[in-house]
């Protein structure tokens, strides 16, 4: 079963913004299970809280992402807690 996580955007409403590169161009990412894309948001979400109170980056909102099934769509590996 895919899931996504999905970004909330102004000009195009939710999207999957989780793309991946393995060298044959960004494809987007998808997950087996929403407990593995929700440890991925968890993962992404307090890097981008560390960086908030560092200064590097304006607050974010977390509300703005969501975890959804999406049927139809090809399973992809998670790349995003690999050593890159």
Request: charged fraction near 25%; glycine fraction near 8%; avoid cysteine.
């Amino acid at each position: 079963m895919p899931y996504e996580i999905q970004h909330n955007t102004l000009t195009e409403g939710w999207i999957n913004a989780w793309l991946y590169d393995e060298g044959d161009g960004l494809k987007p990412e998808t997950f087996v299970s929403p407990q593995e894309a929700e440890a991925a948001l968890g993962e992404y979400l307090r890097d981008l809280l560390e960086e908030f109170y560092a200064g590097h980056i304006l607050h974010y909102d977390h509300e703005a992402y969501r975890i959804r099934y999406v049927s139809g769509a090809s399973m992809q590996p998670h790349h995003q807690g690999e050593n890159q």
